[in-house]
């Protein structure tokens, strides 16, 4: 099914008898002690224990932990938030992984940890372009990236798929073949990975041409697939500025279009708007010391233009987020990066405080040991804000290449292909920090495993409906204040 593994038997031609011999020789002891401690981790938590999901009582609600994180958030974007939340149950979950992660963290767990993305949802996996200006099929979104226990993470891909093919009206039979094969897929591909060298772990991706050859029986979605690379291609910092900006003399400003962008004189005092613009100018500065010296090098080049918030994503709307726009020599010569708050990661809470006391460091270097490629522009620095406050941002550009599938009216066949191309991701990045050994001896060779995360996503896809009712129900009679349709 990966172009990987066929790459990798390409490169390598016909194993010369020397090395069969050697690939047969006996496990190494501590290859042995690592697979004996993943299955002693089965007395803590049976494979069968993995479908329990923790009941509520006597901890706050969904909606409880909802209004409690917007007290740490922007207010007039607030009702954004909520705005998107409400358009459905997979919009839903997408914004609420703090409710999740506070289910998760009252459950029973492995304790065999990897560097978790916190939030590893179908939409949280797309294309973006690597340093080499390949475009490359991956995890994207790290805000909640923290060490954890590995199934948190296989939960959610997994929960999200189950709510995602309901909200395609798949039946329950096949909706369980769809989240059962992801499943046997993130198993297979961690007992893989057990089998290589910490080398081949950290060469793996995936080449986009598997998003299109993956689904050859399901036609709207390869000419989907197509479509999104391509677009995906198209959008480079050119194109982001063409969007975002206009000419104004000899220079580009952003244009106003609230409340998705607002330049600073439109949300902030008028007396703070230049402090704060001086402000973020600074970290971009500052920032530079986050990245190799080369492409420290490479930020030099560039100075600041103009600076604007933009609203983003589901779960981050209400952070503080913005876009600043720099110019190089010339006139087209130009860079558009994002400046975002990172705050402390769900997942927090539950597995205690990380080693980084910096939150923009945790995300950048979560982001690093889990995708195969990186951004070069990233990286992260602490900035006080108009209101005297300290607070934590990484920087990355805004768009490189950046996309996703849109699996609005996907066939089953093409959203089981997709969700087997996540959990590959998955187990990828999960091998990179953790002990693919001792993981892949937990799950073990049977569908075991399989089948109770099964249970656990479908179990976890009806709480999230009943959320997403709860939510909508509190929009509807005034509770929570909303903003819908941007």
């Known amino acids: ?44 938590v049976p494979r069968s224990a993995l479908a329990e999901v923790a009941g509520r009582g006597g901890r706050p609600g969904a909606l409880d932990l909802l209004e409690a994180q917007a007290t740490t958030r922007l207010p007039d974007l607030v009702p954004v938030r909520y705005g998107r939340m409400a358009e459905s149950p997979f919009a839903y979950l997408r914004g609420s992984a703090v409710v999740m992660a506070a289910d998760l963290g009252a459950s029973a767990d492995s304790g065999l940890g990897v560097q978790l993305c916190g939030d590893a949802h179908v939409a949280n996996f797309g294309t973006y372009g690597s340093p080499e200006r390949n475009l490359v099929f991956d995890l994207n979104d790290f805000d909640e990236s923290h060490p954890g226990p590995f199934e948190w993470d296989v939960k959610r891909l997994l929960a999200s ?16 073949e769809i989240v059962v094969s992801a499943a046997r897929a993130y198993r297979e ?8 060298t910490a080398l081949a772990v950290w060469y793996a991706r995936i080449d986009l041409g598997d998003l299109v050859d993956a689904v050859p029986h399901d036609e709207r979605m390869v000419r989907r697939a197509r479509s999104a690379l391509d677009k995906a291609r ?32 439109d949300v902030l005092p008028a007396d703070a ?19 190799a010296p080369d492409r420290r090098r490479l930020a030099e080049r560039y100075r600041v233009v103009d600076i604007a918030r933009k609203v983003v994503g ?26 975002k708050e990172a705050q402390a990661s769900v997942l927090e809470p539950h597995v205690g405080r990380g080693a980084y006391a910096q939150q923009g460091q945790r995300v950048v270097e979560g982001q690093r040991l889990m995708q195969a ?6 990286g992260w620095q602490r900035s006080a804000g108009p209101d005297g406050v300290a607070r934590d941002y990484y920087v990355r550009q805004l768009r490189d290449w950046k996309g996703g599938l849109d699996l609005t009216g996907a066939r089953p066949a093409g959203l089981e292909v997709y969700g087997r191309l996540c959990a590959w991701t998955l187990a990828r990045a ?31 896809a009806d709480r999230t409906e009943a959320d997403h009712a709860e939510l909508e129900e509190a929009v509807d009679d005034g509770r929570l204040p909303v903003v819908r349709g941007v």
């Open 1 to 44: 099914m990966l172009a990987y593994r066929r790459r990798m038997t390409e490169e390598r031609g016909p194993e010369p008898a020397g090395r069969r011999a050697e690939r047969a020789a006996p496990p190494s002891a501590e290859r042995i002690a690592r697979a004996a401690e993943g299955r002693a981790a089965r007395k803590r």
């Open 189 to 196: 591909a961690v007992r893989d990975f057990a089998g290589q």
């Open 234 to 265: 198209r959008r480079d910092h050119l194109q982001a500025a063409a969007r975002l900006t206009r000419v104004e003399g000899d220079e580009r400003r952003f244009v106003a279009d609230p409340p998705l962008v607002s330049t600073l004189e």
């Open 373 to 378: 490629v990186s951004d070069v522009m990233l």
């Open 314 to 339: 589901v779960g981050s709307v209400g952070t503080r987020a913005f876009v600043v726009l720099l110019q190089g020599v010339d006139s087209d010569d130009v860079l558009v990066l994002q400046a």
């Open 273 to 291: 708007a230049p402090v704060f613009r001086r402000g973020i100018a600074d970290l971009l500065v500052d920032y530079r010391a986050s990245l």
């Open 430 to 460: 999960h091998a990179r920090s953790g002990d693919a050994i001792a993981i892949g001896a937990y799950l073990g060779g049977s569908s075991a495993a399989d089948e109770a995360l099964a249970d656990f996503a479908a179990t976890y």
């Open 161 to 176: 798929l189950e709510v995602v093919a309901r909200t395609l009206d798949v039946g329950r039979r096949r909706r369980r």
